[in-house]
């Protein structure tokens, strides 16, 4: 046969033809042949909807039974085994749903729709149950206010005693009672109402979360309002003694701290006591409300609804597939004529419609190729040769579309589409230039996500991808289309708004704000978006691209540090975060080059009285700005990365100044505080063995500490951690005891030898009897767990004797010593005789 012939179209389409009509004819023998079989199923599928609808109402039984175990749990929720019976019930009408979805047979396919809606329903329901236990089990999402306490007031109490403690630390170093005793009495009472205000908010909390008696409880608000506009009104009094040039610089400074943290302190009070009078103070009863009973509800009624539908279609179903049969029948045998009748239309019709036409468009196409003169197409009367000059004009204009597309990735962000930063500084110069010529203002704003790294992290980077996107959009639609919007990397978004002053852009800033507060959704997840907008304003914040970015950059910086939703460019702020900018490098100099120093606060046996050893403490004078707070350290070197290398630095002198002092015969341990960071350190246990062994110290003489929280940042990391710490034979405590929200579960599996009662409990303890009561408690607790206990903040005689009748183990604070250098403790150690001291105390 001729090869030509086999390649054509014709010949190809006579054997398709062929082909078609028997597939068709058999086609029709075999429809004829499966009626029979499919009356047959039909029989077979009235069961299986009986047993659809039984699935249907054990689903609704579990789903009840889940809700009554529920709402018995949340009663007694020391009854495990019904929340053990929730997730049971839970898990076998979820299990029953995706059986269902899962089965191929015609009953469930045909409810499929209701079946995944339920299905869907319940794992909602299920998602909506554990996050209640959740929250049943975690104290600080059941009750608000605790975390408020926890995350806001905690670190604004602990950097006010800091500042206490060195403002008292220049008082004594400067003799003020003796020089200047207004200026004591003044610090001394402020202090005092420090402390009264704690004790007040401790049993304030204390009372909401157990008896709850509502006079009482406004009452203690009214207390501790009272106490706080007390230290407002005596720090402004105090700072005018400052203006006197009646206080140190230390003490100053300190005093500004005390003022901001007050504040801060104040603000979430506030909160809290917002929350007490809410109906929000307890979330597993809101959850119930809200969540659990609407959804329980709903799926019952979709169970219902699926029901009844099931029993109505099944009374008709076998009559319906019947009458389908027969109907079936008679249309293959149709299907199969009009398909004879149909292949002998087209074949006919082909050459003339289609075959001729294509092959005078494909010599046509040759000539072109080989450069001979081509005549005009003849006019295309059918859409196949239409198509085929079409392609031709659609190709050349793909090229145009292709050539664009090169230029506009060039100047756009390939995930948004937004300009990118090539096109927003022409953008920038372009606007420079027009308010230069109509002498107007234009706005550049500077835009950075809240918290997308959270989101990165614990979604993937896709659903970071999604949540850019969404972000673009809604810039997008509440702003002008004359504005120019850019992504300028990660989560940094650019807007430049021409013809547009201060009052103008804090507008724009609320419309943007408003548009962040729709959810986002990604996966059914929940995606809440929120920003911190920077401001810089031409001329005024700037005459030059760069500069009013880097402007709008620090703004964007000083909102987001305050917390704010936006901040306009101001320059007082700029020298500012040059300093903290400064500050940063400094310490990773100081760190490089030995700059930084340790201090030496002693710890004392009541028994003996003997020094058993020292707490190192970190300390920085910095050249320009003098002392750095500690807990501005610490958190600058978190906020860094330096954390680790500055333990490191800490560990190596504090190990090296205490096998120093043992190789003396100075039977002394040495203890050092610990960050959280520090524990998600994988080469922490290596490192300090290895510097054990460098400077020749016995694991058991040195102490670390660890608080509460870092301990309970991730309790089971932390437990394998101090676990490989102690088999080494190094002690450790937990700090600063009884301001955390520890679990007593994880405490008694801490392979921890030592508890450090805080400062803020023992110092008052002279004066509140609440104080005392902690503190003895916390000594009997440590006692019956086998650990020791050391009492920080021993600052008078009366509470070292109320601690020696409450049998603390040891003590450290001002009454014996203050913090001292490595010679200076030397030399107190050597004039401080054991006799003679026991005559100070006695």
Not at 118 to 129: D, G, P, T, Y
Not at 150 to 158: H, L, S
Not at 677 to 705: F, M, Q, R, T
Request: hydrophobic share 40%; proline share 2%.
């Amino acid at each position: 046969m001729d090869h030509t012939l086999l390649g054509s179209i014709r010949f190809r389409y006579l054997v398709f033809s062929i082909t078609l009509v028997l597939v068709l004819l058999f086609a029709a023998f075999a429809g004829s042949r499966d009626i029979g079989l499919t009356q047959q199923r039909a029989s077979e599928d009235l069961g299986q909807r009986v047993d659809l609808l039984e699935q249907s109402r054990n689903i609704r039984v579990h789903i009840l039974e889940a809700y009554r175990s529920l709402n018995v749990y949340l009663a007694e929720p020391k009854e495990k085994k019904y929340n053990k019976a929730v997730i049971e019930n839970l898990d076998s009408a979820i299990a029953i749903s995706q059986k269902l979805t899962n089965r191929n047979n015609i009953a469930s396919s045909v409810y499929t729709k209701e079946v995944n809606m339920i299905k869907k329903n319940l794992q909602v329901l299920q998602k909506s149950v554990k996050e209640i236990l959740g929250v049943r089990d975690d104290l600080f999402k059941m009750y608000p206010s605790l975390a408020i306490s926890n995350n806001v007031m905690r670190p604004a109490r602990k950097k006010l005693n800091s500042a206490f403690d060195i403002i008292f630390e220049q008082l004594l170093e400067d003799k003020f009672i003796e020089n200047d005793a207004v200026v004591y009495e003044s610090f001394v009472h402020l202090r005092d109402r420090w402390r009264i205000a704690l004790s007040v908010f401790r049993l304030y909390l204390a009372n909401r979360m157990g008896s709850f008696v509502e006079a009482t409880l406004i009452t203690q608000e009214q207390a501790i309002q009272t106490h706080l506009d007390d230290m407002k009104s005596k720090i402004l009094l105090t700072q005018r003694l400052g203006k006197e040039d009646r206080l140190g610089f230390e003490a100053e400074n300190a005093l500004e701290d005390i003022q901001l943290e007050l504040q801060v302190f104040e603000k979430g009070f506030h909160q809290v006591v917002a929350i007490h009078h809410s109906n929000k103070w307890k979330m597993d009863i809101v959850l119930i409300k809200s969540k659990i009973a609407p959804q329980v509800e709903r799926v019952a009624r979709q169970l219902i609804e699926l029901e009844r539908k099931i029993d109505k279609s099944a009374s008709i179903s076998m009559s319906e597939l019947k009458a389908a049969a027969n109907r079936q029948n008679s249309l293959l045998w149709i299907i199969a004529l009009l398909g004879v009748i149909s292949i002998l239309v087209v074949l006919l019709s082909m050459e003339k419609m289609l075959l001729k036409p294509i092959g005078f468009v494909t010599r046509a196409l040759k000539a072109q190729a080989f450069g001979k003169e081509v005549y005009d197409f003849p006019k295309a009367k059918y859409i196949e040769t239409r198509n085929l000059i079409d392609a031709f004009v659609e190709m050349n204009r793909q090229i145009v579309v292709r050539q664009n597309d090169l230029e506009h990735q060039a100047t756009h962000d390939a995930l948004t589409s937004l300009p990118n930063r090539v096109l927003f500084d022409d953008r920038i110069e372009h606007a420079i230039q027009s308010a230069d010529r109509l002498k107007t203002k234009f706005s550049l704003m500077i835009i950075d996500l809240d918290n997308f790294k959270e989101v990165n992290d614990t979604l993937g980077h896709h659903a970071g991808d999604v949540l850019l996107q969404d972000v673009s959009a809604r810039l997008k639609n509440s702003l002008r289309d004359s504005d120019t919007i850019a992504r300028l990397g990660g989560d940094e978004f650019a807007i430049l708004i021409e013809d547009c002053d201060e009052q103008q852009s804090v507008g724009v800033v609320k419309k943007i704000h408003h548009a962040f507060e729709q959810i986002s959704k990604f996966n059914a997840q929940d995606l809440y978006v929120s920003a911190s907008i920077g401001i810089a304003i031409f001329p005024a914040h700037g005459k030059d691209g760069q500069s009013l970015l880097r402007h709008a950059d620090i703004a964007m910086y000083r909102a987001k540090q305050n917390h704010h939703d936006y901040s306009i460019y101001n320059a007082e702020e700029d020298e500012f975060s040059i300093k903290r900018l400064a500050l940063s490098s400094d310490l990773k100099y100081g760190l490089e080059h030995n700059s930084l120093s340790l201090k030496y606060q002693p710890k004392l046996n009541v028994i003996s009285n003997s020094v058993t050893g020292v707490e190192a403490l970190l300390r920085w004078r910095h050249e320009k700005y003098g002392m750095i707070p500690p807990e501005e350290l610490v958190e600058m070197a978190e906020h860094t990365g330096l954390i680790i290398p500055l333990t490191r630095w800490v560990l190596n002198e504090a190990i090296q100044q205490c096998a120093h002092w043992n190789h003396q015969d100075l039977d002394l341990t040495v203890s050092i505080n610990l960050s959280v960071y520090n524990l998600k350190d994988e080469d922490l246990v290596i490192h300090i063995s290895k510097l054990l062994k460098k400077h020749g110290l016995a694991p058991s003489k040195l102490c670390l500490e660890i608080t509460e929280s870092a301990m309970m940042a991730n309790p089971l990391h932390a437990i394998e951690t101090l676990g490989q710490l102690s088999n080494m034979g190094v002690s450790l405590a937990i700090d600063d005891f009884g301001t955390g929200f520890s679990s007593l579960a994880y405490l008694k599996q801490m392979p921890v030898n030592e508890l450090k009662i805080d400062k803020s409990f023992v110092i008052n303890m002279e004066h509140d009897d609440n104080d005392e009561v902690i503190v003895k408690s916390t000594v009997d607790l440590a006692h019956n767990l086998g650990l020791k206990v050391t009492a920080e903040g021993v600052e008078t005689e009366l509470v070292w004797s109320q601690l020696i009748s409450m049998g603390c183990d040891e003590v450290q604070g001002y009454f014996m010593s203050k913090p001292l250098s490595n010679t200076d403790f030397e030399v107190w150690l050597q004039n401080t005789e054991k006799e003679s001291f026991k005559q100070m105390i006695n």
